[in-house]
């Protein structure tokens, strides 16, 4: 008896075929998706770094922020950047537009706090960037066993038709044993998807978090120092 992949493919019924079909697909979607994300996250955090060193060297001038603004654009792609970019450029404009009231520590706390609050919007926007298409991937890894074992049921259906039929060997033990393997088959196709599926999921979930902790931490340091700045031009 002939157990080869395409002799299988063979004798499956059309149901069994198409749910097949249908894990190939699943399989090179979640492939495709993998690849994106892996290369936006490998870009994301060399940029992220490159934007972190640049930040530290000017935090560390006279300049302070204001030295800090239009930085992040040479940093694109880069999350942290995006984030403490936007904060950044929103608290210089911010400072500047109060004018005669620029030492007055309660308005520019006020501008500290709405710089706060548009920086988190910004931060929830780039984490949803980030887990772009990983909703798909769990979706996949949950479902492919499932597609598998529905193709695996109709398999089995199939396999005991071919046993009712005289003129397919009438049920001896070739014919199990062939029905069979060829209805566990999708079972097993589902499962290798599910478990590729499952395994990229969880790797980038982890790197999303990675970044967020980087975007959180940053964001927490160029507040502190957004502080400090006001704080000195309330003291002038």
């Known amino acids: 008896m002939d157990f080869s992949l395409f002799h299988m493919w063979q004798q499956m019924g059309a149901v069994a075929k198409?749910?097949?079909?249908?894990?190939?697909?699943?399989s090179v979607y979640s492939m495709a998706v993998a690849v994106e994300r892996w290369f936006c996250f490998r870009t994301g955090r060399i940029r992220s770094l490159g934007y972190l060193a640049d930040i530290q060297k000017i935090l560390g001038t006279k300049s302070g922020l204001k030295g800090a603004l239009g930085v992040d654009e040479r940093w694109q792609g880069s999350p942290v950047a995006k984030v403490i970019g936007s904060?950044?450029?929103?608290?210089?404009?911010?400072?500047?537009?109060?004018?005669?009231k620029s030492e007055d520590l309660t308005e520019l706390e006020f501008v500290v706090e709405g710089v706060s609050r548009s920086m988190e919007r910004v931060r929830d926007?780039?984490?949803?960037?980030?887990?772009?298409?990983?909703?798909?991937?769990?979706?996949i890894s949950s479902s492919a066993p499932f597609v598998g074992l529905f193709g695996t049921v109709f398999g089995i259906i199939t396999a005991f038709q071919n046993m009712a039929d005289p003129g397919k060997g009438g049920g001896g033990l070739a014919t199990v044993s062939a029905g069979i393997s060829e209805a566990l088959l999708t079972t097993?196709?589902?499962?290798?998807?599910?478990?590729?599926?499952?395994?990229?999921?969880?790797?980038?979930?982890?790197?999303v978090d990675d970044l967020t902790i980087?975007?959180?931490e940053t964001t927490g340091e160029i507040l502190e120092s957004m502080l400090r700045e006001v704080r000195a031009l309330a003291v002038r």
Do not use: C, P
């Open 214 to 216: 980087d975007v959180d």
């Open 87 to 100: 904060g950044v450029k929103q608290f210089v404009h911010g400072v500047n537009a109060l004018e005669t």
């Open 18 to 26: 198409v749910v097949v079909v249908l894990l190939a697909i699943m």
């Open 125 to 139: 926007r780039e984490v949803a960037n980030l887990k772009r298409g990983l909703s798909a991937l769990a979706t």
């Open 188 to 207: 097993a196709v589902g499962l290798a998807v599910a478990i590729v599926s499952v395994w990229f999921y969880n790797y980038f979930i982890a790197r």
